[in-house]
């Protein structure tokens, strides 16, 4: 029998793991789609946390023979999935950097080239053709 005290401190890490994460979406420092796994998770450790049976019939739905390993399991494949997000999210955001420094160094060009021609025009407000 596991003791009250672990289930008590199952169901505060989950609710505190939702406050902070509501909390961060509401302040705008965490977006929803970054947000998803991380709810789910504290979903399901709300829901072990306040019935732990569901736990153990989980383990025994999937074959599981100690319950602690389908935690585990399950943590570790919630944390699989976020990193496959962030690695994906930061391959589209490379991308884009890429793309930005290639237009900003194009648009130094053209300011460079712009800048060269405004310097070759004589500053009597003639233009250049107007010398021949």
């Known amino acids: 029998m596991i003791p009250i005290g672990t289930y008590i401190l199952g169901i505060v890490g989950a ?42 019939w989980a383990a025994g739905v999937i074959g599981v023979e100690i319950p602690t390993n389908l935690v585990f399991f399950v943590s570790i494949f919630i944390l699989f999935l976020v990193s496959i997000q962030h690695s994906s999210e930061l391959t589209t955001l490379e991308n884009r950097s890429r793309t930005l420094a290639e237009e900003s160094a194009l648009q130094d060009l053209r300011i460079r080239a712009l800048e060269q021609r405004l310097a070759e025009v004589p500053r009597d407000g003639s233009s250049p053709d107007d010398a021949s």
């Not at 902070?20 to 947000?35: D, P």
């Not at 991380?38 to 450790?45: H, V, Y």
């Open 15 to 56: 609710v505190l793991t939702l406050g902070i994460v509501v909390e961060m979406l509401r302040k705008r420092r965490l977006r929803e789609r970054h947000a998803v796994w991380w709810l789910i998770a504290g979903l399901l450790a709300l829901v072990i946390g306040v019935f732990p049976q569901v736990l153990v």
